[in-house]
C-alpha cells in the first residue's frame, strides 16, 4: 500500500506562484513514475507534470512553461512549482502513483484545491 498526501494548495492572485507537495508513505517499492493531475469544475482530469525515477521529467505541450515538477527521495516527497498562476490553473490538484510491478494499481491522494482569483 502506498499513501499520498497533498498540500500547499490555496487562493492566490493572478501571477503569483505556489509550490504543491505530495508526501508518499508506505512500501514504494513497485513506484517508479509519479504525476501531477489536475480537475477543474464540470472538466476531465489532466495530466499536468510526470517525474521518472532518476529525475527525467515529462511536461504535456499545454503545461510546458510554467510548471516544474521535482522530487526529493530523502524526504519521499514530491512537488510541483507553479508560476505565473492564471484563473483557468483553478483546479483540485492531484498526486498519482502507479505501480510498475506486482498487481497494477494507480494511488491517488486526495487532492488540494487551487484557487486562483483576484
Known amino acids: 500500500q502506498v499513501q499520498l498526501v497533498e498540500s500547499g494548495g490555496g487562493l492566490v492572485q493572478p501571477g503569483g506562484s505556489l509550490r504543491l507537495s505530495c508526501k508518499v508513505s508506505g512500501d514504494t517499492t513497485c513506484i517508479s513514475i509519479m504525476g501531477w493531475y489536475r480537475q477543474a469544475p464540470g472538466k476531465e482530469r489532466e495530466l499536468v507534470a510526470a517525474i521518472g525515477s532518476r529525475g527525467n521529467t515529462d511536461y504535456p505541450d499545454s503545461m510546458k512553461g510554467r510548471f516544474t515538477v521535482s522530487r526529493d527521495t530523502a524526504k519521499n516527497t514530491l512537488y510541483l512549482q507553479i508560476n505565473n498562476l492564471k484563473p483557468e490553473d483553478t483546479a483540485v490538484y492531484y498526486c498519482?502513483?502507479?505501480?510498475?510491478?506486482?498487481?497494477?494499481?494507480?494511488?491517488w491522494g486526495q487532492g488540494t484545491q487551487v484557487t486562483v482569483s483576484s
Open positions: 498519482n502513483a502507479p505501480t510498475v510491478c506486482g498487481p497494477p494499481v494507480s494511488y
